[in-house]
Nanobody
Framework: VQLQASGGGLVQAGGSLTLSCAAS????????MGWFRQAPGKEREFVAA????????SYADSVKGRFTISRDNTKSTLYLQMNSLKPEDTAVYYC??????????WGQGTLVTVSS
């Protein structure tokens, strides 16, 4: 399984970014997928998850209403649309395959920096 995250960068507070995660080596539509993030000096934390068919989504309270997780199973790609970004959203963002409720395979991460 390979997960390739992209789309990170530097953005001003209040701005938007869209992250992508291209997956290969698995039947993408069969798996829950998620985004996690790790800020400097902090533990990795859950951001959002989505079911295999895209119907069920869940979000951390800190991003609810600002971030939207989605997927395109025809392209084996996971997305995270991030709006109204805050400096505290600064982190390395990772995509992951979620198996039995646990993140298993991880991508390499993409850095999001939000300036105030």
């Amino acid at each position: 399984v390979q997960l390739q995250a992209s789309g990170g960068g530097l953005v001003q507070a209040g701005g938007s970014l869209t992250l992508s995660c291209a997956a290969s080596g698995l039947t993408f539509r069969s798996y829950y997928m998620g985004w996690f993030r790790q800020a400097p000096g902090k533990e990795r934390e859950f951001v959002a998850a989505i079911s295999g068919n895209g119907v069920i989504t869940s979000y951390a309270d800190s991003v609810k209403g600002r971030f939207t997780i989605s997927r395109d199973n025809t392209k084996s790609t996971l997305y995270l649309q991030m709006n109204s970004l805050k400096p505290e959203d600064t982190a390395v963002y990772y995509c992951a395959v979620i198996i039995r409720g646990t993140p298993d395979y991880w991508g390499q991460g993409t850095l999001v920096t939000v300036s105030s």
